[in-house]
C-alpha cells in the first residue's frame, strides 16, 4: 500500500513570495490533515477535512494562508506572501476517518530567506 | 488549553532500556500516543493506550499511564541504534475539536555503543 505522498520534499523562497505545497493521501482515506512543525516543536494542526469538506481550520492563519482539497483526494497548502516564521515542515496525514490512525507524510521542509 | 511535556533529550548506552517521560494537562484526554521521528522522515505511530488502560505491552514497547498524575512513559527495552530517533508524546482529548492531536516537543533519543 503506498503511503501519503508530499511534494515537494524541499522549497527555499524569500519573504513575501508565495508558495504550494501538495498532498496525495492513502488511497481510500476520507480524512486528511496538514500540519506545520517547527524546529524542535512537535506537529501543530493547522487544517483537517474530511472528503472535501473543513472540519478544523481554527489554528490556520487565513490572512496568509488557504488549504484546498477538491474532490475529496489531493489537497494543496498555500502560503501567500511567505513570512520568515513559515520556515518549518508542512506534514500532511490521513486516516481512513476522523478518530483511526493518522499516516504521515515525509513533509515539505520550507525555509524563507 | 491542552499541554503536552517532554524533555528534549536521553542518551541510553545501547543494549540498555530507555524510558521516555511525557506529561499532558487535558484531564479529559481518551488517547494516548507515542510517534516516531527519524530524520527526514513523517511520523510513525509507535503506538496507543487508551485512558482507562494503566499498561500496554508490545514487543520492546511498554507504554505506562498514571491518570492521576496525568503522566505517560514508553520504556524501549534492550534499545538499539535503530531506535535513534525523536519520540512524540501526543493526546487526544474528549472535547477537544474534531478529534485534533496535541503533540508534545519530542524527546531525541541518541545512543551511545
Known amino acids: 500500500e503506498a503511503g501519503v505522498a508530499q511534494s515537494p520534499r524541499y522549497k527555499i523562497i524569500e519573504k513575501r513570495q508565495s508558495v504550494a505545497f501538495w498532498c496525495n493521501p492513502i488511497s481510500g482515506h476520507a480524512t486528511l490533515y496538514w500540519y506545520q512543525q517547527i524546529l524542535g516543536q512537535g506537529p501543530k494542526l493547522l487544517i483537517q477535512?474530511?472528503?472535501?469538506?473543513?472540519?478544523?481550520d481554527s489554528q490556520l492563519p487565513k490572512d496568509r494562508f488557504s488549504a484546498e482539497r477538491l474532490k475529496g483526494v489531493d489537497s494543496t497548502l498555500k502560503i501567500q506572501p511567505a513570512k520568515l516564521e513559515d520556515s518549518a515542515v508542512y506534514l500532511c496525514?490521513?486516516?481512513?476517518?476522523?478518530?483511526?490512525?493518522?499516516?504521515f507524510g515525509p513533509g515539505t521542509r520550507l525555509l524563507v530567506l | 488549553g491542552e499541554d503536552v511535556e517532554q524533555s528534549l533529550f536521553l542518551s541510553v548506552r545501547e543494549g540498555d532500556s530507555s524510558v521516555i517521560n511525557c506529561t499532558y494537562t487535558?484531564?479529559?484526554?481518551?488517547?494516548l500516543y507515542w510517534y516516531k521521528q527519524e530524520p527526514g522522515a513523517g511520523l510513525q505511530l509507535l503506538t496507543y493506550i487508551f485512558s482507562n488502560m494503566d499498561m500496554k505491552q508490545d514487543q520492546r514497547l511498554t507504554v505506562l499511564l498514571n491518570k492521576k498524575d496525568k503522566h505517560l512513559s514508553l520504556r524501549i527495552a534492550d534499545t538499539q541504534t535503530g531506535d535513534s530517533a525523536i519520540y512524540f508524546c501526543a493526546e487526544r482529548g474528549l472535547y477537544s475539536s474534531a478529534s485534533k492531536i496535541i503533540f508534545g516537543s519530542g524527546t531525541r533519543l541518541s545512543i551511545r555503543p
Open positions: 496525514a490521513s486516516s481512513l476517518a476522523v478518530l483511526e490512525t493518522q499516516y
Open positions: 477535512f474530511q472528503n472535501n469538506g473543513v472540519v478544523d
Open positions: 487535558d484531564s479529559s484526554s481518551t488517547y
